[in-house]
Structure formats: C-alpha cells, structure tokens
C-alpha cells in the first residue's frame, strides 16, 4: 500500500507479504479479496464490510413463500398438566426446536382456551432472561390455541434441590447451598420484573422454576398469573377480577387463603420466595400438615423456626413469610438484595460461627474451672482471632463484635480474679469502647495493685536498708581498725607495767581514736553510708566514743580515780554492744556478754582489768567477722 496514493497495487502486497514467509496461494488469495476495499481500509477502518453475495439456498427461501409448508412440524409430547399439553415441535420458518403448548384433548370450552392464551400473553409482556420466551400464539386448524416457546432442555429446580451431587457434578460447584441461594435470587430477579409491568405469579416454587442443561434459570407455568391494577392491557387477567383460591397449599401467603384477588400484591410473591427458601433451608414445604385447616393455620402463624439454619438467613426467610403484608421485605428486588448481603457475609459469618463454638468452650471451661491458664488463652485466642477476621471480611456484623466483648470480658474478670490486675488492663485496651462497668472494675484493680506493689517496695526498701550483707565487709574493717585503735595503747601498757594514764592522756588517746574513725567513716561512706542498718551501727560507734569521753569527763570531774575509766568504759562497751545485738544482730549478744564479763573480772581482779579489756576487744573483733563477713544472713 502506498500512503501517499491510497492504493494497493498487487506488487507492493505481494512483496509486503511474501517477506512474512506466505506462499504464493494465500497471498493470490488475500490480493482477491482485497480488491475493491482500499478506500473503505483507508477511510472507514471502523466500519462493516458486508458480503457481496451470499450462497444461494431456494429451497429454504421457498419454506416463507410455500403455502402448502407445515408452520409447525410436531414429533412428540414434552410433558402435561391439568390442562395443558406440551410437545416438541420444530419451526419449520426458523428451523429450531421449540415447546408447544396446548390443551389437553378432553379440554373444551373457550375459558381454558382464554386462560391459555393469557398466560401466554402475560409471559410475553414481561420479556425477561429468566422468563421461557413466547415465540408465537396462533391456533391448530380445530381452532385450539398454539403457544410456542422456547425449548428447555433441563430440569425442574425442585429435583436439584433435592439431589445435591447432581449439582456439583453438572454445574462444576463446590458448594450446592450457596449455587441453590442463586438460584433464587435469579427467580426474584425474575419476579421483580414482572411485578414492575404490574404481574404477580401467584405461584411460585421450586417445581415451577426450570434449570436448564448449561444452567440457565426460568420461572415456568404463568398460568395463575394476573394483572394488579394500573396495568391497563385488557387482554391480562386481573387480581380484582379473580375469585376463587388459587395457588398452592404448602406454600401460599395467608392472603391467599381468602380467595380474594383485591388483598394480593408483589407481597404476595415476596411471601412464596420466602417460603420457597424454607424449603431450601428445611427440605420440604412450610406448611406441609395433615390437614388443609392445619396447613392454613401454619401460614396464618407465621413459618415454624428452624433451629439449625443460619441465624442470618434464617431472619430473610421469617421476614418474607411475615403474615402481615406490611412487615415483609418491600419488594423482590429487596428479598434478592438480603440473599446477596448474606452471600456477601458468609465467609464472615461461618467465622463468627467457629469462633462462637471457641467460646462456648471457653465459657464452659472457666466456670467449672476445668480449664488452665494455658487452655484458657488458646481458646481465647482461638476465638479473638476468629471474630477479629469475621469482623474484618463484614464490620458491621453486631453479633460478632458482641461475642468479641464477651469473650474479652470472660477474660478479663478471670485475670481480676487471678489478681492480674495489668493483664486485665491489657485485655480491654483491645476494645475500641469497652464496657464500662469493666473500666471501672479493671481501674479498682490497678490501683489496689499499685499501693500493694507500692507496700512491696517499701518492705524491700525497708529490707535492703536492714540487710547486714549490704557494706558489711567494709563495716567490719571499720571495726577491726577503731578496735585496733582502742585497744592498742592498753595492750603496750599491759605489756609494759606502765602505770594508768592520766585524765589528760585519757581525753587525748579518745580524742584522737574518735577522729581516725569519723576519717574512715567519711573515707568509705559510698560503701557504708547506703543503708538505714550501717547508719544505725556507725551512730552507735560515735554514741559510744562520746559515753566514753563525757564519761571520763564525768569521773575526772568527780574526782574518782583513773582507774575508775577502764571498768566504765568496759560497761559502757557492754551496754552499746547489747544493744546493737538486740537492735540488729541477735548474734553480737557474745560480745556484749564478752564486755560485761570484762567489766566484772576488771572490778574484781584489778590486775587482770587490762587483760580483760584487750580480750574483749578481740572478742568483739572477732564476732564481727564471724557475723557480717564469714556467715552473713
């Protein structure tokens, strides 16, 4: 093709196609059909080529002009009724299948021929994809009316309903419930458009509803069909006209019971897809009785629950089969609308449904107490999982966010009764709005909770403050070192005859020892100064360095003599020792005996007084070391 000419020349083609690898033949071929078309290529891409010329076949032309051939070529009959007749034919005009319906030969009379014609006549009206179209109405050369309809090759809906592998097995489903749900839907579907071209079936069930072989739905036999007022079209039969009961037993609405066509309505049909889905649920007819009385006092009490359905489901079949008009869905387009919001909410529903049996189980478990702390979170979690998942697939499901909090609030009254006061917190903070009966509970709780772990630390604060083991390594090299320091110049002068000390050396030999203690005392404060115990035991070393000083004092000032000092400061050794043993280590009792004997021995042997005083300092030394660093408590 050259662009800039517009043609197609057979050279440029040929060329153009044989570098694409065709043969000679198909490039002849493409070159001869293409002739003639460059314009419309060029200029009208987007628009049909038609044929120049189709095959010549007279003979079929000849079935519309031969007036001798047969319209309708009949082979055999399909199936009958009361009063009709159903038989293959073919439609020698169009060359097809088709159903035709007629009266069955003992029918006579031109009402039956009328209700035929008008149950054609309201099928045809509707014209919808689930309805058996109507081909043709005419009549045999006896006068008797011909419906022609379409041809289904399938099965009633009802055989299906009740044979469940067959529906797997033909229409590839998994799930025959939900493939059932569809079905009807499709029928509402159905019902809807007839009831806004002012039809109401009157009859509608699952043996009137044909599945076809490649699943095609078709709500069959208009037979008791009417027209509502408004519709306007004479030629249909209508609710105010009719009289009589018509429909049937085990699945009318409790207005139809009255025979009165003025009380029906598309509630009517509301009411038959309810108890069309009854059967669905239930596998047989809502009001299958003993008794034509029974079956209508059925119909008149509403359906009879069904313990075993969905919840869900089960309420769009209660409301559809309300007694009152009034409180049935407003339509069948609002039934279809619930099947496919419960459709929608399956998956999240049988969730809800596994997480409610966790609970159950839950529930069970922690009021017998047969459950551990174990079995009760992997049940709860079983069961928060599951609700959490339900409620991500549908948030709006009420009943599911309630087991949710009831689950939460199972768990969180067993973790206030185990006292687990923050576990309980933990568990409600997963509520977007807890209870708050709840909130309370779990705030007493937490704070009960803080002022005993607030009790808690102040016994360990207390504890830790009173435990020896804390600095005692360094409080007994203290010690050693003030025992050291106070003993020493006893001991060289019990060594070398040297006579008692003045006051004056008294004062001087205290003074001195009472400053190298608080030296080291304040040297190793980080190690002792950290608890209440060391304070106390360093307050008692100064309280007994000054007895000794303003004791001294007190005997210098009274004129007693020097050798006086030792005995007392020996009983004043004995007094802070027992109370250091009663006020923080029993054990130190042997010291504070160890003093007292001193002082007594001293007393009674003046010579033994230094003796006694270096062995008790040793004594002390040494029960200190014993007690705080070789067996700390």
């Not at 007392?568 to 043993?581: K, Y």
């Amino acid at each position: 093709m050259s662009d800039e000419q517009g043609t197609l020349t057979r050279e440029v083609m040929e060329t153009a196609l044989g570098q694409r690898g065709l043969d000679a033949d198909r490039v002849s071929a493409i070159c001869q059909t293409l002739r003639g078309h460059e314009v419309t290529f060029l200029r009208a891409s987007g628009a049909t080529i038609r044929p120049t010329s189709r095959p010549a076949n007279p003979s079929a032309l000849g079935l519309l002009v031969d007036p001798t051939a047969e319209p309708l070529v009949f082979e055999g009959e399909l199936g009958r009724g009361g009063m009709g007749v159903v038989r293959l034919a073919t439609q020698t005009a169009m060359g097809r299948k088709v159903a035709v319906k007629t009266l069955r030969p003992a029918i006579t009379g031109d009402g039956a021929a009328v209700s035929l014609v008008q149950e054609a006549w309201i099928t045809g009206a509707i014209e919808h994809p689930n309805i058996v179209p109507v081909y043709d109405v005419r009549v045999d050369d006896t006068g008797r009316p011909l419906v022609v309809l379409k041809r289904i090759d399938g099965t009633a809906w009802r055989t299906l309903i009740d044979d469940p592998a067959a529906v797997r097995a033909r229409f590839g489903v998994e799930d025959p419930f939900e493939w059932h749900l569809r079905t009807l839907m499709q029928v509402a579907t159905a019902l809807h458009s007839a009831h806004r071209r002012g039809v109401i079936h009157r009859d509608v069930k699952p043996d009137n509803v044909m599945v076809g072989d490649q699943g095609e739905i078709y709500v069959v036999d208009w037979g008791i069909a009417v027209a509502l007022d408004g519709t306007g079209d004479d030629r249909l039969p209508h609710a105010a006209e009719a009289e009589g009961m018509a429909g049937t037993p085990a699945y009318m609405a409790p207005e139809m019971f009255e025979g009165d066509g003025r009380k029906l309505g598309a509630f009517t049909d509301v009411y038959l897809l309810g108890a069309t889905l009854y059967h669905l649920l239930a596998g047989s007819a809502p009001h299958h009785a003993a008794s034509a009385l029974a079956m209508m006092l059925r119909a008149l009490d509403g359906p009879q629950p069904l313990p075993e359905a969905p919840p869900e489901l089960w309420a769009v079949c209660a409301r559809a089969m309300a007694p009152e008009p009034a409180d049935r869905f407003p339509g069948a387009d609002a039934f279809r609308q619930a099947l496919q919001t419960y459709l929608d909410h399956r998956h999240a529903l049988h969730l809800a449904d596994e997480a409610r049996e966790r609970l159950a189980v839950l529930s069970a478990g922690l009021a017998d107490g047969s459950l551990d702390a174990l079995d009760r979170q992997r049940l709860f979690g079983e069961c928060r999982f599951g609700f959490t998942r339900a409620l991500a697939e549908w948030p709006g499901n009420e009943a599911a966010q309630a087991d949710r909090v009831q689950a939460t609030r199972m768990m969180v009254e067993q973790a206030l009764r185990d006292g687990q006061a923050d576990a309980a917190a933990a568990l409600l903070a997963e509520l977007d709005e807890p209870p708050e009966d709840l909130t309370a509970a779990v705030a007493r709780a937490r704070a009960e909770t803080e002022a005993e772990r607030a009790r808690l630390d102040a016994l360990e604060r207390m504890r830790a403050n009173l435990d020896p083991r804390t600095g005692g390594r360094v409080r007994s090299l203290l010690f050693a070192a003030v025992s050291i320091l106070w003993m020493t110049p006893t001991a060289l002068r019990a060594l070398t005859d040297e006579h008692r000390p003045s006051y004056g050396q008294t004062f001087f030999e205290l003074t001195c020892t009472f400053t190298i203690f608080v030296l080291l005392a304040i040297a190793v404060r980080r190690h002792l100064w950290t608890t209440v115990l060391n304070k106390r035991i360093v307050g008692m070393i100064v309280v007994a360095f000054l007895a000794q000083i303003t004791g001294s004092v007190g005997a210098w000032q009274a004129g007693l003599p020097i050798e006086i000092r030792p005995l007392l400061s020996l009983h004043v050794a004995s007094a802070i020792a027992a109370v250091l043993a009663l006020t923080v280590d029993l054990r130190l009792m042997g010291a504070a005996l160890l003093f007292g004997a001193a002082f007594l021995a001293g007393a009674a042997w003046p010579a033994v007084l230094d003796l006694a005083i270096v062995t008790s300092v040793l004594g002390l030394a040494g029960s200190v070391w014993w007690v705080w660093v070789r067996r700390p408590r």
